[in-house]
């Protein structure tokens, strides 16, 4: 990006009157999916958590078989269960992700209107989260609690960017904790952490790193009787849970064998392949580790969760989108891609919302696609993730170093404003 000195304008407003209408209406189009009965699997597996952990509380809850696998979701549930009925418990868990996600628009806007310098930006980067259906579908609509999970995965890269190496190991380790698929923050920082060591500073923020995310880790577990082992122990159970090729991921994978098919031999495959996607995509950390090449990687690493492995549910593509939405913000040739990858995620959540048992579209109950039309929608959701992934990659060319250090941190120590060293960053 390049543009005037930013120091030449006026720093944005910190919370604009723009801002506030956007957050009201976003907050209004999710509390209007509170109409929708809800996917009623989900909320009633969240609701049988809430009830455990009130009667058992947190050391006790896997103590006596609790199996749920968002371990800081049950911090929340327990008062809630503790104070409501059923119906009202129902009514509050669907309206969990709601300040989550409006606590990540308004990140997003102050974010992209800093490095920008313009608070059409910062507005346009909130609403393309706020308001996107796919992100809209997933919350009171379905019942979901994704924008948990996405909030401190978006904040640990704005803080590590920042110089804030300790908060961003730490809120890297909840995100992933939230839900394994919000790893990506986790995933990044390990790259960076791979080419700090050669540094005695880089040494010292890999200390830091792993201070903040060793400590996030045992203040969230050890409440609730975890350890490293059990908590594995924990997670491995839940992925021998869904022994399957593509739950309802719409990717290669669906493409060739449909959804519902085993992956005895194929769960190899998808791991290495997945691997081999995450590695790739932290390799172009060599290049860059500004502001753009740290949100480009983390929306690399997100495609790879989804379209790589066998076992990727309907969601998993949501942390990619959250990634993507400030970055087609501040790079203009992925908004195109970021709209069609929205939209195509939006038409497989409804597909998936269509054709489920806990059916919560009017009118009954679609029969099963044919194995054409299934293998069609993957291709053409693979394509536009291809054609993504093409386009972040090509942030990365031509580009043969990487900034040695954080932008913030340099911005700190020299004493520079930070709206100057932010705009210079994303250039």
């Known amino acids: 990006m390049t543009g005037p000195d930013p120091t030449d304008r006026a720093a944005p407003s910190r919370l604009p009157t723009s801002l506030i209408v956007l957050l009201v209406v ?50 929340l549930l327990w008062p809630l269960a503790a104070s409501l009925d059923i119906s009202s418990l129902q009514l509050a868990i669907r309206t969990l992700s709601v ?40 919350g009171p609509i379905w019942g979901q609690v994704d924008g948990m999970g996405a909030l401190p995965m978006v904040v640990a890269i704005v803080a590590v960017n920042r110089g804030r190496v300790g908060l ?83 990717n290669p994978w669906g493409m060739v064998f449909g959804f519902g098919d085993r992956d005895g031999q194929w769960v190899l ?41 066998t076992r990727v549910h309907e969601r998993y593509l949501f942390g990619a989108i959250a990634f993507l939405a400030p970055l087609a913000v501040l790079e203009p040739r992925l908004r195109w891609p970021f709209v069609a990858l929205s939209l195509a995620f939006f038409g497989t959540l409804v597909y998936v919302l269509a054709t489920s048992p806990y059916r919560i579209l009017p ?22 993730g291809a054609w993504t992934a093409w386009q972040v990659v090509a942030l990365f060319r031509g580009r043969t170093s990487a900034e040695p250090e954080l932008p913030e941190a340099r911005a700190v120590a020299a004493g520079v404003g930070w709206r100057r060293q932010a705009w210079r960053g994303s250039r």
């Open 26 to 75: 976003s907050a209004l189009a999710r509390l209007a999916g509170l109409f929708s009965p809800g996917h009623t699997g989900d909320i009633t597996a969240f609701v049988q958590w809430a009830l455990g952990v009130a009667r058992w509380g947190l050391g006790g809850y896997y103590a006596h078989g609790g199996d749920s696998n968002y371990p800081p979701m049950l911090y």
């Open 99 to 138: 300040p989550f996600d409006l606590a990540l628009g308004w990140l997003l806007y102050e974010v992209v209107a800093r490095a920008t310098g313009r608070e059409r930006d910062g507005l346009l980067g909130a609403a393309f989260y706020l308001l996107n259906p796919a992100v809209l579908i997933v």
């Open 168 to 250: 961003a190991g730490a809120l890297a380790v909840v995100a992933g904790l939230v839900k394994p698929q919000f790893g990506i923050a986790a995933f990044t920082l390990a790259g960076l952490a791979f080419f700090w060591w050669r540094t005695p500073e880089g040494q010292r923020r890999m200390a830091i790193l792993a201070l903040g995310a060793i400590a996030a880790f045992l203040i969230v577990l050890v409440p609730l009787g975890e350890g490293p082992l059990s908590y594995l122990q924990l997670m491995g159970d839940t992925f021998r849970r869904y022994p399957y090729i593509s739950q309802f991921g719409f």
């Open 269 to 309: 495959l998808g791991t290495a392949l997945g691997t081999a996607g995450i590695a790739g995509s932290l390799w172009l950390l060599r290049r860059r580790r500004d502001l753009v090449g740290l949100l480009g990687v983390c929306v690399l690493i997100g495609l790879a969760i989804y379209f790589l492995p």
């Open 363 to 384: 009118g009954g109950k679609l029969q099963e696609f044919p194995g054409w039309a299934i293998s069609a929608m993957c291709l053409v959701v693979t394509a536009i």
